[in-house]
Nanobody, 125 residues
Framework: QLQLVESGGGLVRPGGSLRLSCAAS????????IGWFRQAPGKEREGVSC????????VSVDSGNGRFTISRDNAKNTVYLRIDSLSPEDTAVYYC??????????????????WGQGTQVTVSS
């Protein structure tokens, strides 16, 4: 069974950058679509970026505005999300999610079967 573990969250000052990691076990990235989602207090979970088994990516225009970069390291079976120019509005719990690969990855949370426990990102001065 696929297991996902996020790491890399923490307290960051506005304007800073962060790289989150999503380590997969139980399957390899060759067979998976991986999505990154976030949920701020009192708000719905939203998709921010995803990458499919071939390495094709999607980034949310609404939440990213060019600040999110998704990548993967097949040797480490890990997907990364880099966030630049962080602002307090980026404060949220960030989750990665996985599913058996489709033709394209998705930014809809309902389309993913497996979820990590989340990592907290707090942006504050």
């Amino acid at each position: 069974q696929l297991q996902l573990v996020e790491s890399g969250g923490g307290l960051v000052r506005p304007g800073g950058s962060l790289r989150l990691s999503c380590a997969a076990s139980g399957s390899t990235l060759d067979y998976l679509d991986i999505g990154w989602f976030r949920q701020a207090p009192g708000k719905e979970r939203e998709g921010v970026s995803c990458i499919d088994s071939r390495g094709s990516t999607m980034v949310s225009v609404d939440s990213g505005n060019g600040r999110f970069t998704i990548s993967r390291d097949n040797a480490k079976n890990t997907v990364y999300l880099r966030i630049d120019s962080l602002s307090p509005e980026d404060t949220a719990v960030y989750y990665c999610a996985g599913r058996p690969t489709r033709s394209l990855c998705s930014l809809e949370s309902s389309r993913y079967d497996y979820w990590g426990q989340g990592t907290q990102v707090t942006v504050s001065s």
